[in-house]
């Protein structure tokens, strides 16, 4: 009776070669649908209906996110095509965050910060990868004398001291004399457009 008994705890405890599960497809479709299934989660709006569906109340299913997490070595990484998902997958692994996702606020949130990133995606990324260039010292203009109207003249020995440095106008500041700079008047440009229209 004993040996009927242990006979019955063996067979339990240890599968026989024929009791084993083989896939059909060598596991082809179940790689797929979890291809799938955590591709879906880079996208903030299904995760959001996960959240509102209280998927993520049943332990069964967070223990799923947790086997998820074998994507993110490099042997299946190379088959995903949403690199986000990953990401999502990171934080999923908070309670935390499973439970704000129920929020619609912060479902818009997160796909904001998504689309933020793609915007911006290649400027950041360029921005680490290839260094720019220490700008090169600039080395000051040299000095041109003063214009011959701004000499002042020696004060005469008994005369009255010289008043303070004559004031600059306006224009000269803006263009340095001898500048071959044109100015453009643009009011003169559109008068002409409106010409040509009518023309036309």
Excluded at 68 to 86: G, T, V
Aim: glycine share 6%; proline share 13%.
């Amino acid at each position: 009776m004993t040996s009927d008994k242990e006979s019955n705890d063996g067979a339990l405890t240890s599968p026989r070669p024929g009791n084993v599960y083989k896939d059909p497809d060598g596991g082809r479709q179940r790689f797929l649908l979890e291809l799938e299934f955590i591709q879906c989660l880079a996208n903030p709006t299904y995760i959001h209906y996960l959240a509102q569906n209280r998927y993520f109340e049943d332990e069964a299913f967070i223990g799923y996110l947790k086997y998820l997490k074998y994507w993110q070595q490099p042997e299946y990484l190379k088959f995903i095509m949403y690199p986000h998902c990953l990401y999502f997958l990171e934080l999923l692994q908070n309670a935390n965050f499973r439970n704000a996702m129920a929020h619609p606020g912060n479902k818009e949130l997160a796909h904001r910060q998504q689309f933020f990133f793609w915007k911006n995606y290649r400027n950041n990324r360029l921005k680490h990868i290839v260094p720019r260039p220490l700008p090169e010292p600039v080395a000051p203009p040299p000095s041109l004398p003063p214009p011959p109207c701004m000499l002042m003249q020696a004060p005469s020995v008994g005369g009255p001291a010289p008043a303070g440095p004559p004031s600059h106008t306006p224009m000269h500041y803006a263009m340095p004399p001898g500048s071959s700079l044109q100015k453009v008047d643009s009011r003169n440009v559109s008068v002409d457009r409106r010409k040509r229209k009518k023309e036309g």
